[in-house]
């Protein structure tokens, strides 16, 4: 696993700086795989005061190579360091004799040195970017038209989205975290189908599973949970869309005497922009008066958040624009009705009305209305806990997700080799017709 940005670890600040659901997925999905007989190397950049060497369980290490300096560097513009970063990756791996089945590539500044890697090591290429900059581009710019030409110093996409380009023509495999997704590295970066496998993100089934009545009513008196409460967590990023969901909850709350809006975001440590945010939806809360019935808890642990799930009556995925949507899959897990945007891949996973609900963002009311629904009617809540929990428990947990991985890598590496053989013949016929036709010309000077 190559993962190059964030504070990649066995026990990761989940919230700070660009680190989130993608840390997870790669430590989840490397712990499960060596429990299907891989050992797994997480390859990351190492910064601050972090150990060279990390065990993160049985079969998975971290492994951290320096680029760049001791500073955290934004994933928007850590791809200026990361040519040291192979060539220091390339020397460790052949001093330590490391040898891999292949290597899989995470988001696109991590893509940019797979590549590399694979060609120095002859390996297979797959490759899961996360996130895709047309998509991301295209969704800020609709939002936020006045604010387009600040992007391109924020989020650096001329550059990504030219990177990731190079990378899905060059990948051996593509891995699509969504429907919507799939569509697009087909129909925007014209990526063969056949070269592209969807494998959604995964969760843990011994963490999140649903609770008796008895059970969640203790663990909403430990939170300290009254009322309806509407939970949503999460980092903070503009892309999040937690304005969006204080607004829509401005209408819940003038239908709804008892609802209460649970935010859960943020991390330990939050960047300046991070804050800003932050104190931004604090200021709208207050501007909306809904001071007393907003809630911002700020971060989760990683021990709490199963427990958060089971006690909220209803959990909402707010985001603007969401590849996938791990916290929604985790909330189902849990029993908890879901409210999940349009503008994601997990709406067209999920059927409405029976695993989940789904409501445009960017629209309030529609937002509104939809989370009223499991708040106001007690048997469509039952509905969506139950049938939400099984369609979790059937389709995401992460021994699913990296069974669907290793038989999409294999039939690339069957590819691969055929590739292979199939250029080695015709170099051997082509140097024999060269050596055939040089003993025609020896004859005929004789």
């Not at 936020?144 to 190079?166: H, I, K, L, T």
């Not at 891995?175 to 990526?191: C, E, G, I, K």
């Not at 624009?321 to 897990?333: K, Q, S």
């Amino acid at each position: 696993m190559v993962s190059t940005h964030g504070y990649v670890g066995a026990d990761p600040p989940l919230g700070a700086a660009d680190t989130g659901g993608q840390v997870v997925y790669v430590l989840e999905l490397s712990k499960k795989l060596a429990q299907l007989g891989y050992e797994v190397d997480i390859w990351t950049r190492q910064f601050e005061a972090q150990v060279a060497t990390e065990w993160v369980a049985p079969g998975v290490r971290v492994l951290r190579v320096p680029c760049g300096g001791t500073a955290f560097i934004p994933k928007e513009y850590l791809h200026r360091s990361l040519d040291d970063w192979t060539d220091g990756t390339l020397r460790r791996m052949r001093d330590e004799g490391l040898r891999y089945a292949f290597l899989n590539s995470h988001y696109w500044d991590a893509g940019v040195t797979g590549e590399k890697l694979c060609a120095a090591l002859s390996i297979p290429h797959v490759h899961t970017p996360h996130s895709l900059g047309i998509w991301k581009q295209r969704q800020m710019v609709r939002d936020y038209p006045g604010d387009a030409a600040s992007f391109e110093n924020n989020y650096n996409f001329e550059v990504r989205n030219r990177y990731e380009r190079d990378i899905a023509a060059q990948a051996d495999l593509l891995v699509a975290t969504s429907p919507d997704q799939l569509d697009l590295l087909h129909r925007d970066y014209d990526v063969a189908e056949q070269k592209i496998v969807m494998v959604p993100p995964g969760y843990d089934d011994h963490r999140f599973y649903p609770v008796g009545n008895d059970t969640r009513e203790l663990l909403r008196r430990k939170f300290g949970l009254e009322g309806k409460v509407v939970l949503s967590l999460g980092r903070i990023a503009r892309n999040k869309g937690y304005d969006l969901l204080v607004q829509a909850f401005a209408e819940v709350a003038a239908r709804d005497a008892t609802a209460r809006l649970h935010l859960a975001i943020g991390g330990e440590r939050l960047q300046p922009a991070e804050e800003a945010l932050l104190e931004g939806c604090r200021k709208l809360v207050a501007d909306l008066g809904l001071t007393s019935r907003v809630t911002f808890a700020g971060f989760v642990s990683d021990a709490d958040m199963a427990d958060l799930y089971r006690a909220a009556d209803v959990f909402v995925l707010s985001s603007r624009y969401e590849p996938f949507g791990m916290t929604a899959v985790e909330a189902m897990a849990c029993g908890t009705p879901v409210v999940v945007t349009t503008h994601g891949g997990l709406c067209r996973v999920l059927r409405f009305g029976i695993d989940g609900l789904f409501a445009d963002t960017f629209d309030p009311l529609d937002l509104a209305i939809t989370i009223l629904k499991p708040l106001q009617y007690p048997r469509l809540a039952a509905r969506l806990s139950q049938r939400g929990a099984e369609a979790a428990r059937r389709s995401f947990t992460w021994a699913r997700i990296a069974q669907q991985l290793l038989e999409a890598t294999r039939s690339c590496t069957v590819a691969r080799q055929t590739a292979a053989e199939q250029t080695a013949a015709e170099e051997t016929d082509a140097r024999e017709d060269t050596e055939s036709s040089s003993r025609v010309r020896w004859a005929r000077s004789i």
